[in-house]
């Protein structure tokens, strides 16, 4: 095998080995009220800048918890929860964008800007490890041999 592959292979192990334990579902369901908060995180407070309605204190997310904790209680599924915050608040509601239309603009670029980044870093480290080393010519030895003497 090639030496020059090995931490390439290095990398891409670990990295796979980071995706795999990250994305392994967890075991057991979580109670109604630990499904609920789960979902709060999902959502944009409507008041605050940057909150979940999990995370935030204002009466309006407050609401929020308690109708998606009545919503779990009933047995709605997590999609009808989602649809219900989205007709009743819009897309804004959702801290994390759909892969759909606007929302895969927003998850895709910046893997596509990663990948031509990296791409060009590459190209770039080619290109230099093909360039020859310089070597001093007679001319540059004459050069500095008059400039010493």
């Given at each position: 095998m090639n030496r020059r592959?090995?931490?390439w292979l290095a990398l891409a192990?670990?990295?796979g080995a980071t995706l795999t334990f990250v994305a392994w579902p967890r075991g057991g369901s979580p109670s109604p009220a630990a499904h609920a908060r789960a979902l709060a995180e999902e959502f944009r407070c409507?008041?605050?800048q940057g909150l979940s309605a999990a995370d935030s204190s204002s009466s309006t997310a407050r609401a929020m918890r308690a109708d998606i904790r009545e919503r779990v209680e009933n047995g709605q599924s997590d999609a009808?929860?989602?649809q219900a915050m989205i007709d009743r608040f819009g897309d804004s509601i959702l801290?994390?964008?759909?892969?759909k239309g606007l929302g895969l603009v927003v998850w895709g670029l910046p893997v596509v800007?990663?990948?031509v980044g990296a791409t060009g870093l590459v190209l770039a480290l080619r290109r230099w490890r093909r360039q020859p080393s310089a070597s001093a010519t007679d001319a540059d030895r004459a050069l500095v041999e008059r400039a010493r003497s």
């Open positions: 592959l090995l931490p192990l670990v990295v409507p008041e605050c009808e929860i989602r801290l994390k964008p759909e892969g800007a990663l990948v």
